[in-house]
């Protein structure tokens, strides 16, 4: 299979969504927390600002939608690899309309739009894990087999492994890339686990980066013209001791942000972004 996808982490563009009001009482969520909607704002544009301003890409910011309370997590509505999109059939039926407006600026941006049409189909991007060498898919509450065959057909250049997700709503619940090759991954037994599987059905021998949380092993990489190895990730306010470990990644610009209110319906920094590589001018 392929080796190691060339640019991986560059990106040029990323896809956002802003928050609708809805989101403090109806998004979904795994405990009973209370979001404050402003600071969730905030937050959310702080993040949007490091992606635009700070780092450079262009930024497609997509209207909330009130009558969709979930639709700031635009990862779950498509999977980007090279130039081609996978709009995905999200697990929650209550999610299944964000995937409209995300098709819309994927087309805009020219890319090869596959869509998931199978209604014995799920897939949340939240399961699908990137390495630049292959795809690890989570089976979880929001993602099935059906789902993982389908994104296989569409990225046919690449090894697609699943891994099944006992706890946690996804699988980059626990883990994400810290670089090529260095997967970022949480100490509980369950993320340790998994990180097992996705060691024994790859060829290649990942390196790993195991932080004390959980929810902070989930960052966002880029390699990107001008400032290499980028990280964003979760803060040492939410984490202090993971962000001790993101301290030894001497290599890496990296970029402490907040998510402490979207965290409590269950965001994580990937979440929030669709990120696109676009080689030539549109």
């Known amino acids: 299979m392929?080796?190691?996808?060339?640019?991986?982490?560059?990106?040029?563009?990323?896809?956002?969504?802003?928050?609708?009001?809805?989101?403090?009482?109806?998004?979904?969520?795994?405990?009973?927390?209370?979001?404050?909607?402003?600071?969730?704002?905030?937050?959310?544009?702080?993040?949007?600002?490091?992606?635009?301003?700070?780092?450079?890409?262009?930024?497609?910011?997509?209207?909330?939608?009130?009558?969709?309370?979930?639709?700031?997590?635009?990862?779950?509505?498509?999977?980007?690899?090279?130039?081609?999109?996978l709009i995905t059939r999200p697990g929650a039926e209550s999610r299944r309309r964000e995937t409209e407006a995300m098709k819309g600026a994927l087309k805009d941006l020219n890319l090869n739009i596959v869509e998931m049409t199978d209604e014995n189909a799920t897939l949340d991007g939240g399961d699908v894990l990137f390495t630049g060498r292959e795809f690890f898919v989570g089976l979880s509450k929001r993602t099935n087999q059906r789902g993982a065959e389908i994104l296989a057909d569409a990225f046919k250049d690449y090894a697609v492994s699943t891994v099944p997700v006992l706890e946690g709503l996804h699988l980059k619940s626990f883990c994400s890339m810290g670089g090529p090759g260095l997967i970022v991954i949480g100490s509980s037994e369950p993320a340790q686990k998994a990180l097992k599987i996705m060691q024994q059905m790859s060829d290649h021998r990942y390196d790993k980066l195991t932080v004390p949380d959980d929810l902070a092993a989930n960052c966002i990489y880029m390699n990107l013209p001008n400032k290499g190895h980028v990280l964003l990730h979760p803060t040492a306010e939410e984490f202090p001791e993971s962000v001790k470990v993101f301290e030894k990644l001497k290599d890496h610009m990296l970029i402490p942000v907040s998510n402490m209110e979207k965290v409590k319906v269950d965001g994580a920094l990937t979440c929030c972004s669709v990120l696109i590589n676009k080689k030539g001018n549109i």
Do not use: W
């Not at 560059?10 to 795994?30: C, M």
């Not at 600071?39 to 930024?59: F, I, K, P, Q, S």
């Open 2 to 85: 392929a080796g190691l996808m060339v640019g991986f982490g560059h990106y040029t563009h990323a896809i956002v969504r802003g928050i609708p009001a809805s989101l403090a009482k109806e998004a979904l969520r795994s405990s009973q927390s209370e979001v404050d909607v402003v600071n969730a704002r905030r937050e959310h544009e702080a993040y949007v600002e490091v992606l635009g301003t700070r780092l450079g890409l262009e930024v497609v910011e997509l209207p909330a939608d009130e009558s969709l309370p979930d639709c700031v997590f635009v990862e779950d509505a498509a999977v980007v690899c090279g130039d081609t999109a």
